[in-house]
C-alpha cells in the first residue's frame, strides 16, 4: 500500500491493529447546540482520545507496518503538536525511539506533553512546512523513518477509522463536517464515507488564515500559500499532501473556511454547552455551522472535533474573545470631568442597569486629554448583545459619550460633561 490510494479494506484491517490501543471515541448530541443551530448535530469526540485527539490512530497504524529492521533505527516526525504525540505515544507503545520537530512557536502544552511519551523534541522554524523540512533532512542523515502527518497511506488509513465508527454508530448520518490542515484525516473519512454511502455529503473546514487546500482547490492544483496564521495551530499548514489533495478531490464534496473570531465562539461554546474542552483546530467544524457556511437543512451532521491539547494561556484569550464576540463582554471608553464623585455615578448607573465591572482603568497621562479631563475605559459583564445596546443607549441618554475602547480615542470623539 505504500505508494497507492488506501481502500476501505485497508482501513478495516487498520480498525482491526487499533483495537485496545485507540478509544473508540463517543457521538454525543447537544440539545442547547441543537436549538442554537436549528437542526441536528451529533459530535465526533476524537478530543477525548487518547493522547488528545485523533493523530494516535495514523501514527500507531504507520508504525506497527514498519520492519523489525526500522523499528530498531526509529522514527522522526515533524508536527505543531497533535501528531507529535500520535507518534511519541505510538512509537512507546511499539518499543521504539522517535524524535519530533515542531516549529519554534509550537504550543507549550503539546511539546511538554510530547516529551512525557519519552520523545525528542527539537523546535525550528516558524511553520509545520518549515519543522517539515528540516525532519525530512535528519531522516536522511540518521536512518530515522519519516511519519508523515498525513500525506501517507497508512496514517490515512487509520485517520479512517474514525469515518467506520461513525457510519456503525450513526448510519442514517446526512453530512459529515471535518477539520481540514494538510488533509488526512477529511481524506480517510471521506475516501470510507463515499465508498460506503455514496449518498452522503463531505465537507472540510479550514481556517481562513491557514486555507491552502480551498485554494488550491480553486486553482486546480497544488498551491502552498505564502504564510499561515490561527489561532488553530493543528491545521496550520502551508501546502496540502498530494495523495490527500487527490482523495479530496475526488470525494470531498466542498471544503469552507472560518476566521478566528468564529473558531473562539465555537471553543466557548463547547465549554459553556457541553462542558468539553476543545482546541482551536478541533473547533472549527462547529464554527463552520455557526457562521452558517454549512446549511442544517440536510439531515442529521456529523462535526468531527479533532481534538482538545490547547495550551491554557491560549484558552484564557480564547475565552475573553470569545465572550466578547457572544455579546458577554462590553469594552466601552469615555471621558469624565476630573472631579470627585464622577467615577461613583458613572459606575452606579452601570449598576443600575445590571452590568458586572470586571476593570477599570482611570487614565489621567493620555496627550490627547486637557487637564480637567480623565478617561474611564470600563469592562463590563454583560447577558447578551441586547443588553449592551440597551447599556449603552442609556449612558448616552445620560450625557455620556461612549467609545468603544478598541476604537483609536481621540478627545475629538468626546465631549465635556457638566453631570
Given at each position: 500500500m505504500s505508494e497507492h490510494w488506501p481502500t476501505v479494506e485497508n482501513v478495516r484491517d487498520a480498525q482491526a491493529y487499533l483495537a485496545g490501543v485507540v478509544y473508540r471515541?463517543?457521538?454525543?448530541?447537544?440539545?442547547?447546540?441543537?436549538?442554537?443551530?436549528?437542526?441536528?448535530?451529533?459530535?465526533?469526540?476524537?478530543?477525548?482520545?487518547?493522547?488528545?485527539?485523533?493523530?494516535?490512530?495514523?501514527?500507531?497504524?504507520?508504525?506497527?507496518?514498519?520492519?523489525?529492521?526500522?523499528?530498531?533505527?526509529?522514527?522522526?516526525?515533524?508536527?505543531?503538536?497533535?501528531?507529535?504525540?500520535?507518534?511519541?505515544?505510538?512509537a512507546a507503545l511499539m518499543g521504539t525511539t522517535a524524535v519530533?520537530?515542531?516549529?519554534?512557536?509550537?504550543?507549550?502544552?503539546?511539546?511538554?506533553?510530547?516529551?512525557?511519551y519519552g520523545a525528542d523534541v527539537r523546535q525550528v522554524g516558524e511553520s509545520f512546512d518549515e519543522a517539515f523540512q528540516e525532519a525530512t533532512r535528519l531522516a536522511r542523515e540518521s536512518g530515522r523513518v519519516l511519519i508523515h502527518a498525513f500525506d501517507d497511506p497508512w496514517v490515512i488509513a487509520g485517520q479512517g477509522t474514525i469515518g467506520l465508527e461513525i457510519l456503525e454508530d450513526a448510519p442514517s448520518a446526512d453530512v459529515l463536517v471535518v477539520p481540514v490542515g494538510g488533509g488526512g484525516l477529511i481524506s480517510g473519512i471521506a475516501l470510507v464515507a463515499k465508498t460506503l454511502n455514496p449518498r452522503i455529503r463531505v465537507i472540510g473546514v479550514q481556517a481562513a488564515g491557514a486555507a491552502a487546500v480551498v485554494q488550491s482547490r480553486q486553482l486546480g492544483h497544488i498551491e502552498a500559500t505564502p504564510q499561515v496564521r490561527t489561532l488553530a495551530d493543528g491545521i496550520a499548514v502551508k501546502r496540502p499532501g498530494v495523495l490527500t489533495y487527490a482523495l479530496i478531490q475526488q470525494f470531498v464534496d466542498d471544503v469552507v473556511t472560518v476566521d478566528d473570531h468564529d473558531i473562539s465562539r465555537a471553543i466557548v461554546l463547547f465549554l459553556e454547552r457541553s462542558k468539553l474542552l476543545v482546541e482551536g483546530a478541533g473547533a472549527v467544524s462547529l464554527a463552520a455551522l455557526l457562521a452558517k457556511k454549512v446549511s442544517m437543512d440536510q439531515g442529521t451532521v456529523i462535526s468531527v472535533v479533532s481534538g482538545g491539547n490547547i495550551d491554557v494561556t491560549l484558552l484564557t484569550r480564547i475565552i475573553e474573545k470569545g465572550l466578547v464576540e457572544e455579546g458577554r463582554q462590553l469594552h466601552l471608553c469615555t471621558v469624565l470631568p476630573d472631579q470627585p464623585g464622577q467615577l461613583s455615578r458613572l459606575l452606579d448607573r452601570i449598576a443600575a442597569l445590571k452590568a458586572n465591572v470586571i476593570r477599570v482603568n482611570h487614565e489621567r497621562w493620555d496627550p490627547a486629554l486637557t487637564p480637567q479631563d480623565v478617561r474611564v475605559d470600563i469592562v463590563l459583564e454583560t447577558r447578551d448583545r441586547p443588553h449592551q445596546e440597551t447599556i449603552v443607549a442609556a449612558l448616552e441618554s445620560d450625557g455620556y459619550q461612549i467609545i468603544p475602547s478598541r476604537t483609536k480615542f481621540s478627545l475629538r470623539d468626546t465631549k465635556n460633561f457638566d453631570n
Amino acid at each position: 500500500m505504500s505508494e497507492h490510494w488506501p481502500t476501505v479494506e485497508n482501513v478495516r484491517d487498520a480498525q482491526a491493529y487499533l483495537a485496545g490501543v485507540v478509544y473508540r471515541t463517543p457521538l454525543q448530541e447537544s440539545s442547547d447546540i441543537n436549538d442554537l443551530l436549528g437542526g441536528r448535530v451529533l459530535f465526533k469526540l476524537e478530543n477525548l482520545q487518547r493522547s488528545g485527539s485523533f493523530k494516535l490512530r495514523g501514527a500507531y497504524n504507520r508504525i506497527r507496518a514498519l520492519t523489525a529492521d526500522e523499528l530498531r533505527r526509529g522514527v522522526i516526525a515533524a508536527s505543531a503538536g497533535n501528531h507529535a504525540q500520535g507518534v511519541a505515544l505510538a512509537a512507546a507503545l511499539m518499543g521504539t525511539t522517535a524524535v519530533i520537530v515542531t516549529p519554534e512557536g509550537a504550543s507549550i502544552t503539546k511539546i511538554e506533553a510530547t516529551r512525557r511519551y519519552g520523545a525528542d523534541v527539537r523546535q525550528v522554524g516558524e511553520s509545520f512546512d518549515e519543522a517539515f523540512q528540516e525532519a525530512t533532512r535528519l531522516a536522511r542523515e540518521s536512518g530515522r523513518v519519516l511519519i508523515h502527518a498525513f500525506d501517507d497511506p497508512w496514517v490515512i488509513a487509520g485517520q479512517g477509522t474514525i469515518g467506520l465508527e461513525i457510519l456503525e454508530d450513526a448510519p442514517s448520518a446526512d453530512v459529515l463536517v471535518v477539520p481540514v490542515g494538510g488533509g488526512g484525516l477529511i481524506s480517510g473519512i471521506a475516501l470510507v464515507a463515499k465508498t460506503l454511502n455514496p449518498r452522503i455529503r463531505v465537507i472540510g473546514v479550514q481556517a481562513a488564515g491557514a486555507a491552502a487546500v480551498v485554494q488550491s482547490r480553486q486553482l486546480g492544483h497544488i498551491e502552498a500559500t505564502p504564510q499561515v496564521r490561527t489561532l488553530a495551530d493543528g491545521i496550520a499548514v502551508k501546502r496540502p499532501g498530494v495523495l490527500t489533495y487527490a482523495l479530496i478531490q475526488q470525494f470531498v464534496d466542498d471544503v469552507v473556511t472560518v476566521d478566528d473570531h468564529d473558531i473562539s465562539r465555537a471553543i466557548v461554546l463547547f465549554l459553556e454547552r457541553s462542558k468539553l474542552l476543545v482546541e482551536g483546530a478541533g473547533a472549527v467544524s462547529l464554527a463552520a455551522l455557526l457562521a452558517k457556511k454549512v446549511s442544517m437543512d440536510q439531515g442529521t451532521v456529523i462535526s468531527v472535533v479533532s481534538g482538545g491539547n490547547i495550551d491554557v494561556t491560549l484558552l484564557t484569550r480564547i475565552i475573553e474573545k470569545g465572550l466578547v464576540e457572544e455579546g458577554r463582554q462590553l469594552h466601552l471608553c469615555t471621558v469624565l470631568p476630573d472631579q470627585p464623585g464622577q467615577l461613583s455615578r458613572l459606575l452606579d448607573r452601570i449598576a443600575a442597569l445590571k452590568a458586572n465591572v470586571i476593570r477599570v482603568n482611570h487614565e489621567r497621562w493620555d496627550p490627547a486629554l486637557t487637564p480637567q479631563d480623565v478617561r474611564v475605559d470600563i469592562v463590563l459583564e454583560t447577558r447578551d448583545r441586547p443588553h449592551q445596546e440597551t447599556i449603552v443607549a442609556a449612558l448616552e441618554s445620560d450625557g455620556y459619550q461612549i467609545i468603544p475602547s478598541r476604537t483609536k480615542f481621540s478627545l475629538r470623539d468626546t465631549k465635556n460633561f457638566d453631570n
